[in-house]
T-cell receptor, first 112, second 114 residues
């Protein structure tokens, strides 16, 4: 039973446009959410996070939106650049000492 | 900067061999984790540890064991490697289990079992 779902295995976007990556979760105990970016043959790197007390967090070109009632979060990348091409993992954790739960990832391709 | 290092980037082993994957972090983190990444399956948690000499099973512990004798080092052991253990293995660490924490990953070890 997947608690964190990334329903789009892949996404292709033109350079300069907005990329929107989506993530849904089922566990209402999750209160902290993260996005990681992974290039081939490298470990994932932390990109941005959001606490459940917020509905938006912004860092440069990256913005994460959280809709708690819908149990949905999204990552917006504006403008998209070819170097953003990678696999993006959504992750969530619940308070009280539990490991992160990861989605299966979405492969983003930004086309020049 | 947090640094998580893994002993090998690439490994080739034979079926039945005992395999050790080593992970070291230099930021005095309490928590350490081992994942494997396979196409279409994302990151799956094998084992984790919140303290020295302590370990917890993750989602897919079968065929693996771990050792944490020192705070900075977390080893993953494949007692008898099998071809279905061919994968990318990722180690991660985080500071404190009592609050939500970002995990930092090593570069990964790509293991091929023949």
């Amino acid at each position: 039973d997947q608690q964190v779902k990334q329903n789009s295995p892949s996404l292709s976007v033109q350079e300069g446009r907005i990329s929107i990556l989506n993530c849904d979760y089922t566990n209402s105990m999750f209160d902290y959410f993260l996005w990681y970016k992974k290039y081939p043959a490298e470990g994932p790197t932390f990109l941005i996070s959001i606490s459940s007390i917020k509905d938006k967090n912004e860092d440069g070109r990256f913005t994460v939106f959280l809709n708690k009632s819908a149990k949905h979060l999204s990552l917006h990348i504006v403008p998209s650049q070819p170097g953003d091409s990678a696999v993006y993992f959504c992750a969530a954790s619940a308070r009280g000492n539990t490991p992160l739960v990861f989605g299966k990832g979405t492969r983003l391709s930004v086309i020049a | 900067d947090v640094k998580v290092t893994q002993s090998s980037r690439y490994l080739v082993k034979r079926t039945g061999e005992k395999v050790f994957l080593e992970c070291v972090q230099d930021m005095d983190h309490e928590n350490m984790f081992w994942y494997r990444q396979d196409p279409g399956l994302g990151l799956r948690l094998i084992y984790f540890s919140y303290d020295v000499k302590m370990k917890e099973k993750g989602d897919i512990p079968e065929g693996y064991s771990v050792s944490r004798e020192k705070k900075e080092r977390f080893s993953l052991i494949l007692e008898s490697a099998s071809t279905n253990q061919t994968s990318m293995y990722l180690c991660a660490s985080s500071y404190d289990r009592r609050r939500a924490e970002t995990q930092y990953f090593g570069p990964g070890t790509r293991l091929l079992v023949l």
